[in-house]
């Protein structure tokens, strides 16, 4: 068991991830290599594990037996290497963090610089993106996400209230005027997030039980797949655009944007961080998370005050 363990690992990542190749490249093998291993490891057990294609494996029925136990193998002994460590003083190993792009250089950032100086044996990863992660192929061990959680199989744990607001740069509304109702943005520049997934065009509003749904035509919005760019056209005066009361609290502070309608009420869309389900979680990550719900608590009284100064509840 002991000489085939790295063997059992690149076996159970390559049932993970559905790819040879992408496993080997987790776990820094060439494809040569890791095909030579996966062999290696079917003649030992004379035991055929997948069916290969050129475009993915499939478990064979012998295959899908042995990786339950596979799991259970490892996992047991993940458990006692974090069992160990959460005996020692001081936590220490990588941590590697996916978050949204605007939120991760305004406010992440920051927060992990802090946290790092707290436990200095620990090396970050901050991945940015606003495309959402995938914490088994992308080997993280938190992302944090705004919105309602749609993946089940992760753990979602809640951590702060979250507001998305329409908003301008006053250079922006002194030229153009404000907006008195959500079918009047038909006429204002708007901005949106694109992705894999498609086009961020459908802003949502509420007010009084009456809800409005403003659709920004795709051939007149300017268009980014990244958050932070959307903000900062917005703040230099390229339009409207909805971002999160998280990304943009320091720049309604500042003067840099303000809130646009301000009697219409946007869909809540919550914080939440998401982590994968295990028994026994790494001391290290469980603190980086004790430490981020303690900050999220600290500054959401903050952003409640803010948003209630430039939002009509």
Known sequence: MTQNLGDIRLFVEAASLGSLSAAGRKMGLSPAASSARLVKLEATLNTR????????????????????????ALDALDDAQAALQAGRSAVSGKLRIAATSDFGRNVLQGWLEEFNRQHPQITLALILGDAVANLVQDDLDLAIRFGVPQNSSMVARPLAFNRRLLCASPAYVAAHGLPQEPADLQRFDCIVLSSASGMANEWRFERAGRQETFIVPPARARETN????????????????MKSIWDIGADLQAGRLQVLLPQ????????????????????????????????FEQASLTLEALLQAHVQA
Not at 49 to 72: D, K, P, S, V
Not at 273 to 283: E, I, K, N
Not at 288 to 293: H, N, Q, R, T, Y
């Open 49 to 72: 594990l997948f069916e290969r294609t050129t475009r993915r494996l499939r478990l064979t029925a012998e295959g899908a037996m042995y990786l339950a136990h596979c799991q259970q």
């Open 226 to 241: 990244d958050g932070a760019v959307a903000r900062e056209w917005a703040i230099n005066g390229h339009g409207i655009v």
């Open 264 to 295: 219409w009420r946007t869909p809540e869309a919550p914080v939440h961080v998401f982590y994968q389900r295990t028994r026994y979680m790494a001391p290290r990550v469980r603190a980086l998370l004790d430490f981020l719900v303690e900050r």
